[in-house]
């Protein structure tokens, strides 16, 4: 079982599965770690960092999430942010269930969502939520509290995050955790990469992008866990390469920024059953532990 081993390749990469949830210190778990087929019985993408047993960030939240947030026994009132990657509907599909099953439990404080702002092809993350939520004109008109704000507190409240290419920008900081987004190259998508750092740790999420942005490598530096997508193979053409990052990019962003651990993400069945190659070309540029995700993966 990967769980128990490791090994190291000839290539000199290390292979590190996951370990099982421990619910101590901070851990990221991956809820989804799927893209938006069906065939492959994945969730789509979403994750959630715990600390010291509570769930206190959730990052995107794509079909599935719900069920595996469930069984994940995590709570809706644990929460402290939501972060958005982008808003594809594999990275936001879940959004409203999740929403939805809060209502039955005991949150009496606002709740934050940060994602990025619009462009001529998408909303923003305000007028997202605003979309699904708006007590007149909301596709979910029935839960507008979650935007007016119960009786009990409990609000939610949807940040639109603006920055050049290549600009850090912190957005979040409470309770020892601080949160910082970077734009990053998704096609014609406004996308971010996400860094949490929490307990003297750092998770990074790069989300869905070509590698082709200045942010990104600044913005994993020193990781303890990058969590990167891996949704094309090498050697992909056309719109999916405009996309996604094949592994040789991956694998130069991680030794660029000397992440501690690759955790590989976003599994497409263009890329299932390639993880040996797929570790070829990221060892080339990258020597570090390499991990592919699975469904309910922790790694601590």
């Known amino acids: 079982m990967w769980s128990l081993l490791t090994l190291v390749l000839s290539s000199n990469a290390t292979v590190a599965g996951a370990e099982a949830c421990t619910h101590k210190g901070v851990e990221v778990q991956v809820l989804g770690s799927g893209g938006p087929e069906l065939e492959d019985k994945r969730a789509s993408s979403s994750y959630l960092i715990w600390r010291?047993?509570?769930?206190?960030?959730?990052?995107?939240?794509?079909?599935?999430?719900?069920?595996?947030?469930?069984?994940?026994?995590?709570?809706?009132?644990?929460?402290?942010?939501?972060?958005?990657?982008?808003?594809?509907?594999?990275?936001?599909?879940?959004?409203?269930?999740?929403?939805?099953?809060?209502?039955?439990?005991?949150?009496?404080?606002?709740?934050?969502?940060?994602?990025?702002?619009?462009?001529?092809?998408?909303?923003?993350?305000?007028?997202?939520?605003?979309?699904?939520?708006?007590?007149?004109?909301?596709?979910?008109?029935?839960?507008?509290?979650?935007?007016?704000?119960?009786?009990?507190?409990?609000?939610?409240?949807?940040h639109d995050v603006r920055a050049r290419p290549g600009e850090i920008r912190k957005v979040f900081a409470a309770d020892g955790i601080v949160v910082s987004a970077t734009p990053v190259a998704h096609g014609s998508v406004p996308a971010l990469a996400w860094r949490v750092e929490i307990d003297s740790r750092a998770i990074v999420f790069s989300g869905d992008t070509n590698g082709e942005e200045a942010g990104l490598s600044t913005l994993a530096k020193n990781a303890d866990v990058f969590i990167a997508h891996n949704a094309v193979p090498e050697g992909a053409t056309g719109a999916p390469r405009a996309l996604h990052m094949p592994p040789s990019v991956i694998g130069q962003i991680a030794h660029s920024a000397a992440v501690k651990r690759l955790v590989l993400s976003h599994r497409m069945l263009r890329t299932l059953g390639r993880e040996e190659e797929t570790r070829h070309f990221i060892a080339a540029s990258y020597s570090g532990p390499v991990a592919f995700a699975n469904d309910m993966d922790c790694f601590r």
């Not at 960030?57 to 995590?74: K, P, T």
């Not at 039955?104 to 909303?123: C, H, I, T």
């Open 52 to 158: 010291d047993g509570k769930a206190r960030l959730l990052v995107d939240a794509g079909g599935g999430a719900a069920l595996r947030f469930g069984e994940s026994n995590a709570r809706m009132e644990d929460l402290d942010v939501i972060l958005f990657t982008h808003l594809h509907v594999d990275h936001t599909a879940d959004f409203a269930a999740l929403l939805k099953s809060s209502y039955f439990g005991e949150r009496k404080r606002l709740l934050s969502v940060y994602g990025p702002a619009a462009n001529d092809g998408f909303p923003a993350t305000t007028a997202f939520v605003r979309e699904l939520f708006d007590p007149k004109h909301g596709a979910y008109q029935y839960l507008g509290d979650f935007l007016n704000g119960g009786d009990d507190g409990y609000k939610l409240r949807a």
